[in-house]
């Protein structure tokens, strides 16, 4: 796997194309929109300056040529078909939309070489619904590969095996890519949220209908999480830091796979993402974010 096409810019797509790039790899971004491709070049250009600030400080020379080594390892395009026409591994990083995803994968197959391995990073949906559309051949070299946000910081790596659907041989090479990229590797098998949504998403749940009964408030649940669990941040501060939209989309998916009524909708949640309040990356969620810096909001 010396060449990797990574589909989707965004927070994840550019993780996952960075992570891959310093492990030596040729990487093509993918992405339809030219200024989410550009956004996603600054942001890795800026992850790696801070890698480089700490690796190489009093070494600038070395440092600089350490980070134009892997930005020469990435390219960028807009043109899916030729985008992917030359990889080993393309990882789909895009919006969860099952349709989407179906007829992205099912173009990609066209135009991938035979024996190149697809990956969803999908957190909700299933992998094997993703892969319906590609052909059979396809289907034994599909498999998921669940990356966590921020891509260069987290070190872990759900890899799904589709039962009756993924090879060993692919499974397999999935692992042993978390390995190059240095990330420690889970199996997972294919069932709603793997190993740590399904986990995780129970959690923020449960910790927002806390809020919801008026039994804390928002910080000193966030503050019980990450002083009684070690856990780095709250749920509140997670899920704002995630997208409170983000938050909408799973908890339906989730209910609508799994059925169980943990995941039903959080009343408040769904108010804020309809107000456009989606946490970080609009300023205000749970908490206002003002210069940097995280305030508790005193109107919810």
Same mark, same amino acid.
């Given at each position: ?5 990574? +589909? ?21 971004? #993918? ?38 080594? @892997?930005? %020469? ?20 990083? @895009? ?21 190149? +391995? ?11 619904? +993703?892969?319906?559309? #590609?052909?059979? %051949? ?10 966590? %946000? ?25 692992? %042993? ?40 408030? +928002? ?19 997670? @899920? ?27 009343? @408040? ?32």
């Amino acid at each position: 796997m010396s060449n990797l096409s990574v +589909i989707g810019a965004g927070s994840m797509g550019s993780g996952i194309a960075q992570v891959s790039a310093q492990s030596g790899m040729k990487v093509t971004l #993918v992405d339809l929109d030219q200024k989410a491709l550009d956004r996603a070049v600054r942001t890795i250009d800026k992850s790696l300056n801070r890698v480089v600030k700490k690796k190489y400080k009093g070494k600038e020379q070395e440092g600089k040529l350490f980070k134009d080594q @892997i930005m %020469n390892n990435i390219t960028t395009s807009t043109d899916l078909e030729c985008g992917v026409s030359g990889a080993d591994l393309v990882i789909e990083a @895009i919006i969860e939309n099952l349709a989407v995803k179906q007829d992205m994968f099912q173009k990609m197959d066209n135009a991938a070489k035979s024996d190149c +391995i697809f990956a969803s990073n999908t957190s909700s949906l299933g992998v094997r619904e +993703i892969a319906d559309q #590609v052909s059979e %051949n396809r289907k034994t070299q599909f498999g998921g590969l669940h990356f966590f %946000n921020p891509v260069p910081m987290m070190k872990l790596l759900e890899v799904v095996q589709v039962d009756g659907m993924t090879s060993d041989d692919t499974f397999k090479k999935l692992e %042993n890519y978390g390995k190059i990229i240095g990330k420690t590797t889970v199996k997972c098998k294919d069932t709603p949220g793997f190993i740590l949504n399904r986990l995780l998403i129970a959690y923020n749940q449960e910790s927002v209908r806390m809020y919801e009964r008026g039994d804390a408030s +928002i910080v000193d649940i966030d503050t019980a999480m990450k002083l009684g669990c070690g856990y780095p941040m709250g749920p509140f501060e997670l @899920i704002d830091y995630t997208g409170l939209d983000i938050a909408v989309d799973v908890q339906a998916v989730m209910l609508k796979r799994t059925g169980n009524p943990v995941f039903a909708e959080n009343p @408040i949640v769904n108010k804020l993402a309809a107000a456009g309040d989606l946490g970080i990356k609009s300023g205000r969620g749970f908490y206002n974010y003002v210069d940097g810096k995280r305030i508790p909001r005193d109107d919810l």
